[in-house]
């Protein structure tokens, strides 16, 4: 596989932070923030949820780049990462509602507010992918706009290169669908 420039220069960055260069693990968090950040939120959908676990994310990034031994894996690895934080997350906040859901049951019923902000550019490409389940939309967006491989996505969201194929193969289908239903 032929390496562009900047996946050349991030794994420079990789190699150079692991050794304790903190100039090149600031450039390669500030490289890399806005994309596991995005990633996050195409998991969770949900703005501070995503800044939380990329966050948590970020941390166990730091404790762990001194153990990583192929720079070229670091966009993998550590899509990985702020995948299993999105998912601790995500049951933490379920557990949450579970127990207030609980408590109002037994107190007053109150009803839930719920919050979905979207912010990308193209509408109609926007409400399409906003419309796919979140496993569907992460592996949508590191396939086609990360340019990852199969395996490369297949490792970043923890699951088989064949979960990877089927869930691609599902969104394009709602996708097309989506999209030829606005024209």
Request: aromatic share 6%; with cysteine.
């Given at each position: 596989?032929?390496?562009?420039?900047?996946?050349?220069?991030?794994?420079?960055?990789?190699?150079?932070?692991?050794?304790?260069?903190?100039?090149?693990?600031?450039?390669?968090?500030?490289?890399?923030?806005?994309r596991?950040?995005?990633?996050?939120?195409?998991?969770?959908?949900?703005?501070?949820?995503?800044?939380?676990?990329?966050?948590?994310?970020?941390?166990?990034?730091?404790?762990?780049?001194?153990?990583?031994?192929?720079?070229?894996?670091?966009?993998?690895?550590?899509?990985?990462?702020?995948?299993?934080?999105?998912?601790?997350?995500?049951?933490?906040?379920?557990?949450?509602?579970?127990?207030?859901?609980?408590?109002?049951?037994?107190?007053?019923?109150?009803?839930?507010?719920?919050d979905?902000?979207?912010?990308?550019?193209?509408?109609?490409?926007?409400?399409?992918?906003?419309?796919?389940?979140?496993?569907?939309?992460?592996?949508?967006?590191?396939?086609?706009?990360?340019?990852?491989?199969?395996?490369?996505?297949?490792?970043?969201?923890?699951?088989?290169?064949?979960?990877v194929?089927?869930?691609?193969?599902?969104?394009?289908?709602?996708?097309?669908?989506?999209?030829?239903?606005?024209?």
């Amino acid at each position: 596989m032929i390496r562009t420039r900047a996946q050349a220069f991030d794994d420079y960055l990789v190699a150079a932070a692991r050794t304790g260069d903190r100039k090149a693990f600031g450039l390669l968090a500030r490289r890399w923030q806005g994309r596991l950040l995005a990633h996050a939120w195409r998991l969770t959908g949900d703005v501070d949820l995503a800044r939380e676990a990329a966050q948590d994310g970020w941390i166990e990034i730091v404790r762990g780049l001194g153990r990583l031994r192929d720079d070229q894996a670091f966009p993998a690895w550590a899509y990985q990462i702020v995948s299993r934080r999105c998912t601790r997350r995500i049951g933490q906040r379920q557990r949450g509602r579970a127990l207030v859901a609980a408590v109002t049951v037994e107190t007053a019923p109150d009803s839930g507010t719920s919050d979905g902000s979207d912010t990308v550019a193209t509408p109609a490409l926007a409400r399409a992918l906003a419309a796919l389940p979140p496993e569907q939309r992460a592996a949508v967006a590191l396939f086609h706009l990360e340019d990852m491989s199969i395996a490369e996505t297949a490792i970043a969201l923890n699951v088989p290169a064949g979960t990877v194929k089927t869930r691609l193969m599902h969104a394009r289908r709602k996708l097309r669908a989506a999209l030829e239903g606005d024209l």
